[in-house]
């Protein structure tokens, strides 16, 4: 796995690694420091993630880590977003990322996959090393348990295009 | 990684930053979380190392008109994109083995002795500094592109030579990680904590046929950066990157890599360690400065500007001796790991004697004999040195002419013959009662051991002159020309 491999990832990646940032946090620099954050991650350790099958996915999942880690840890950091009624939006990302936290490991993960990522059910299957029905089951028990953190907010935000 | 760009008072419009530069970002960022990761891996253990070696022969040396060639436009250089990764080798790196460490450590304070008496052989009143742990770092990453006898040569003169490559290597980068390490501490009060950087770059001629395992290495080892720069056709140009990089891991104290001569359109590759400390005393002295009388080699007594520690009716505590040959006093920066030891011969001693007397064990004795004394005051002299050091005669001296001159840099490339055209070395030490600020800069330049000789062809004596159709080999004319003034 050669650097010139890395390069042709990271130009692939970026603009995805980029999109998980802005859908959670709604701050398009903020994104930008999360999608160096993931693929430094990779670089970092390129010579063991390079060759991993589900590389694209373990850098979304690591870029949405991160994302909700800055959402959680510094909110002041998520506002403005550029559009929308920005208090209201704030608050909202803000209890997502909170109920998102309060979810068990393997749901929150498909979760993040699935909707901030954009990953299809068998590609989140790969990338959590789980069969796609285990997939459905967490992602069915984990949107059951947003919904009742957030009620029908949520539905608008994960169907959200940034 | 954070940029601050007012958004929560003065929203600005998003620009997507260019993909080129979050590239650089993320390369950054990794460098810094290797780094992080090898420290962990090896853990915290405690050294002892004086990290400034300091003379002054004579205090108030001068600070020289600073250059000013401080241009403002784009850098000079570029990344080299072929730069390779290898996981391996930096987790090999990391897990060196202990004597290994060991024999690194004694070697860089035998080195920074040797090399000290070098330069002060002769006496004189004349202030020497030097930044001999820089030097060592840039001579060792050099080490990692020699073979042969060039290689034993640079160990020899390192101290290293009964370590592998691979060893010293090691060695080196440990301790490259210990040192920077030891300006962290535990206290609460980080503003007071010193600040050591070291880094490390590495450049080479645009198109030049390097030894990727060359590039590995000092990646690998040291955390190198690398650039590619057009020596051959700019060397002016390629100084400037040289010294905007110097500038910007010295906070601006050093401008100048290289002098004059020290790197041409024949220079190939130049290797940079630069070094910089920030470092505020445990116990400040009183900011009070007064002019005393200093004693200069010569016998000469001058006026110099002190600066000491004595609370008014109180007493000093210090780790100190007092002894028939010298007196020294330990003085430790805030965060307690790194500290500057003073010595000074007494007893008819000169320094330039204590210095050739000093080695590892009897500077290590010096250190052992300190103890806590209560002083009624402690005093020195406040000084400010800066030096331009050329040390490829020194360093010839010291074993590595080779390296000079019919030099084996095949780990370099093994297209062409190199050989070192330059080591020098600018520094600055600032000494106050606040602290210390040091800056250090090395550069060694490998070039071209010469432009092919080519051979000069002059007909000034009698010769045949024939124009000839060179298809058929018929002769138009023929001259023979004895004297050509003549008709």
Redesign the interface.
């Known amino acids: 796995m050669s650097e010139e491999d890395f390069e042709t990832f990271f130009a692939r990646m970026l603009p995805r690694a980029v999109r998980v940032g802005r859908r959670v946090t709604g701050d398009p620099w903020l994104a930008e420091d999360v999608a160096v954050e993931a693929l430094a991650k990779a670089h970092a350790r390129w010579a063991r993630v390079g060759p991993l099958p589900w590389r694209d996915a373990w850098l979304l999942k690591v870029a949405s880590r991160e994302a909700l880690r800055h959402l959680r840890g510094k909110p002041g950091l998520a506002a403005p977003p550029d559009r929308g009624n920005e208090s209201d939006e704030v608050v909202l990302r803000a209890a997502l990322a909170a109920a998102l936290a309060r979810l068990p490991r393997r749901q929150r993960e498909a979760i993040s996959l699935r909707y901030l990522c954009d990953l299809s059910e068998a590609d989140v299957a790969a990338a959590l090393g789980v069969s796609a029905g285990t997939v459905k089951t967490h992602l069915h028990r984990g949107l059951a348990a947003l919904r009742r953190s957030l009620g029908g907010e949520l539905e608008g935000e994960l169907a959200h295009e940034t | ?3 601050d ?1 007012g ?2 008072t003065a ?1 600005v419009p ?1 620009e ?2 260019s ?1 080129s530069e ?2 650089d ?3 950054r ?2 460098a ?3 780094r992080a ?1 090898r420290v962990r891996a090896t853990g915290s253990l405690a050294i002892v190392l004086a990290a400034a070696l300091v003379v002054a022969l004579l205090p108030g040396g001068r600070r020289l008109p600073s250059p000013t060639e401080r241009s403002g436009g784009p850098l000079g250089y570029e990344h080299l ?5 290898l ?2 080798d930096v987790s090999r790196a990391g897990s060196a083995p202990s004597p290994v460490e060991a024999a690194v450590q004694q070697a860089e304070v035998s080195f920074s002795l040797r090399l000290l008496d070098r330069l002060t052989a002769g006496g004189g009143a004349h202030n020497v500094l030097i930044a001999p742990f820089s030097l060592a770092t840039a001579l060792a990453m050099l080490e990692l592109g020699s073979a042969g006898t060039t290689e034993h040569a640079i160990a020899r003169t390192l101290g290293t030579a009964d370590l592998s490559p691979a060893e010293q290597a090691v060695g080196w980068s440990t301790l490259d990680r210990r040192v920077v390490g030891s300006a962290a501490g535990s206290s609460a009060r980080a503003s007071r904590m010193p600040k050591l950087d070291l880094a490390d770059a590495l450049w080479i001629q645009s198109g030049f046929p390097v030894e990727p395992s060359f590039v590995d290495a000092l990646a690998a080892y040291f955390d190198s950066g690398l650039w590619t720069v057009d020596f051959a056709h700019d060397p002016r140009g390629a100084a400037v990157a040289l010294n905007r990089w110097a500038s910007r891991h010295t906070d601006g104290q050093i401008r100048r890599i290289f002098g004059p001569g020290g790197i041409d359109e024949l220079t190939r590759v130049v290797l940079a360690n630069g070094v910089y400390l920030r470092a505020l005393w445990s116990n400040r002295f009183s900011p009070h400065e007064s002019l005393a009388p200093f004693h200069l080699p010569s016998g000469k007594v001058i006026s110099a500007p002190f600066m000491s520690r004595n609370p008014s009716g109180g007493v000093v505590d210090a780790r100190a001796s007092i002894g028939s040959r010298y007196r020294a006093v330990d003085l430790p920066y805030a965060g307690g790991r790194l500290s500057a030891l003073v010595i000074e011969p007494t007893g008819g001693e000169t320094l330039d004697r204590l210095v050739a007397g000093l080695s590892p064990a009897s500077l290590a004795r010096i250190v052992a004999g300190l103890h806590e004394m209560r002083l009624s005051s402690l005093t020195l002299p406040s000084f400010d040195l800066q030096s331009r050091l050329r040390l490829d005669t020194p360093l010839s001296a010291m074993g590595m002419r080779v390296a000079f001159e019919a030099a084996d840099f095949s780990g370099i490339t093994r297209r062409v013959a190199l050989h070192v055209q330059a080591v020098q070395q600018d520094a600055d030490l600032r000494v106050s009662p606040d602290g210390t600020v040091g800056a250090a800069v090395t550069g060694v330049s490998v070039g071209l051991s010469s432009l092919p000789m080519l051979p000069s062809l002059t007909f000034d004596h009698p010769f045949l002159f024939v124009v000839r159709d060179a298809t058929t080999g018929a002769v138009l004319f023929e001259a023979a020309v004895e004297d050509p003034l003549a008709r």
């Not at chain 2, 994109?81 to 990764?85: D, I, M, T």
């Open positions: 990684m954070r940029r760009r958004r929560r929203p998003y997507p930053t993909p979050l590239l970002r993320t390369r960022r990794s810094e979380m290797r990761r994109a072929g730069a390779k990764e996981t391996g």
